[in-house]
């Protein structure tokens, strides 16, 4: 509650809140109210400028509404962003609160691995991954979750490291208490903010992924409606109608620098001491 | 079934060794942080453990309830080495040997209100018998360590320092323990809530019959609280004896030295003691350790470990100097 209360405070994490917020609930909500369908196509009305033809954002070049599209898109995007968000954030806490834990040996390996793999530009490694796999938003997940969890796993591996002496720890260690228990109930709990802070910025990464590879045509699959793909189709006719890149792009750019706006502010809200130091 | 009459925690010849490196590639530089110490405690006994910082206390403690390896040495609670223990006896050891940490702050996990605190220890050994129950179980403990049951819901930063020590108190007491080992239980605190704690602790011995390993740096305060003390000096028990003997007669300089830096026991304990271990000090290389500080000091002690002496009523010592009689704070009235 105090978090939140702080995170309110700043400025540009509550803006990125609103970004978020509004952009999730339109995309759930507003789809049932709209007369379109995404797939419908209407050769009649191709090419409508928004505002216009009783479409709000226009038409595209085979007449499907982009208001619909545009919602589909960011819906499909944000289930991606969350799901590989949840599959990294098990994975990386898992790992890396073992290896925080016990050291030694496999956490030497295991870092090593993360550091190295981590210092490639992921986007490279993504559109490798994105060639080899079947195309379509399972393995879109699974390939932004494969680079993912190693951030988280870096974070919370640092984290139990640096609490796994503390005397409240060593506390139940001499009472009885086993790994699993510390780790689950005495570790995780104190690093949960800085969990939330790399999870939120692995959404708007996964976000961004997704919208790079389907943009290079590897990820979501015509008809289906996704921001990149949206993207790639309107650069044929980007000098007479601009707005069919304009409208994807902003969507993107409203949840990827919503969500980064919320993950920084997390960042300080959840340890006021790093931002006096800021 | 141990025998009754044997010691409840018998430590014998434990030495600890921390390997220490020079540098990155430097050569192992090996640091004794404890060099074969020997004590016991009975049941319901109070046993003080005091030394300036850095002279192995915790070290001691730490290994003796085993959450510290050792070098060598053996620890037997109730005449079984933890070492050696199987699943069950572990279980039992972990449930019957508790310990309170120095930092009331450090020691209690933040995300936790009072109540899950408390209750862990009872779900850690299955001890949980229904809400009501253990809710019983639970305000009960608060009530021996003077803390109303209304504070269950509270987190540990809405607390002092002092409340917050009662709280680990309460927390050791949920397993009905036999022995509590106390690392600087009382070091952080204020020194009125300081003789408030260890009040409460010398009020659990009497009435739970529980044995205390008392650790301080501060040997009035622990003079206040136990039975027998033992005095460490760099990793090395220098004397132990009845704590009342010691106080009128200590037989090493070092212990004298403690006293003199110190009021009488009686009197209010006081703040840390102000002598403290200089950081590079030649450690008398050879001989008695003491001896660069020691004003007593002669030629024979700078040749070898002065050895272990036996004195009556199990009074031992580590000083050469039999002859030397040093006036303690008692010393003088025929009777405590
Ligand atoms: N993990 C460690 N590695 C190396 N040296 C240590 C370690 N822990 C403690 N020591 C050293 O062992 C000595 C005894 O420490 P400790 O038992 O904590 O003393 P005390 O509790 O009496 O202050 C100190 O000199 C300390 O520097
Ligand atoms: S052995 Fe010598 S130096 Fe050591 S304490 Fe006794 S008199 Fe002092
Ligand atoms: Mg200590």
Known sequence: ?278 | MADPTAPLLDVRNLTKIYPRRKGLFGKGDDFVALDDISFTVARGEVLGIVGESGSGKSTAGRIAMDILPRTSGQVLFDGVDPDGMDRRQRRAFRRRAQMIFQDPYASLNPRMTVEQLLRTPLALHGLTAGPAEDRRKLVAALDLVGLPETLLNRYPHEFSGGQRQRINIARALMLDPALVVADEAVSALDVSVQAQVVNLFMDLRERLGIAIVFIAHDLPVVGVISDRIAVMYRGRIVELGETVAMFTRPRHPYTAMLLNAAPAPDSAPAGPMAARLPAEETDGAGGCAFRPRCPFAIAACATGKPPVRMLEGGHMTACLRDELVIDGPLAGQSCR
């Open chain 1, 1 to 278: 509650m105090h978090t939140f209360r702080r995170l309110m405070k700043i400025r540009t994490a509550s803006a990125g809140l609103v970004m978020v917020a509004v952009l999730a609930v339109a995309c759930t909500l507003l789809p049932p109210l709209l007369p379109y369908d995404p797939l419908e196509i209407d050769l009649h009305h191709r090419f409508l400028p928004p505002l216009s033809g009783g479409h709000v954002l226009g038409t595209d070049e085979i007449g499907r509404d982009t208001l619909v599209r545009l919602l589909a898109g960011a819906r499909t995007s944000l289930l991606i962003g969350l799901s590989a968000m949840v599959l990294s954030t098990v994975t990386g806490c898992l790992t890396g609160g073992l290896t925080g834990f016990h050291g030694g040996w496999t956490r030497r390996v295991l870092m090593r691995i993360v550091d190295s793999v981590l210092c490639f530009p992921t986007i490279f490694l993504l559109l490798t991954l994105a060639s080899f796999g079947q195309p379509g938003a399972p393995t879109i997940v699974g390939i932004v979750s494969l680079v993912a969890w190693m951030e988280v796993s870096r974070v919370v591996d640092g984290q139990v490291r640096a609490l796994r002496g503390r005397e409240f720890v060593i506390a139940v260690e001499a009472m009885g208490a086993s790994g699993v228990h510390m780790l689950l109930r005495e570790l995780l709990p104190n690093i949960t903010g800085a969990i939330i802070v790399v999870s939120t910025l692995n959404v708007a990464r996964a976000i961004l992924m997704e919208a790079y590879v389907s943009y290079l045509g590897n990820g979501i699959q015509p008809p289906q409606p996704s921001l990149g793909a949206m993207l790639n189709d309107a650069q044929e006719y980007l000098r007479p109608d601009p707005w069919l890149a304009i409208l994807p792009g902003l969507v993107i750019a409203i949840a990827v620098i919503g969500l980064n706006f919320v993950g920084d502010g997390l960042r300080l809200a959840v340890d006021p001491r790093q931002g006096r130091r800021a």
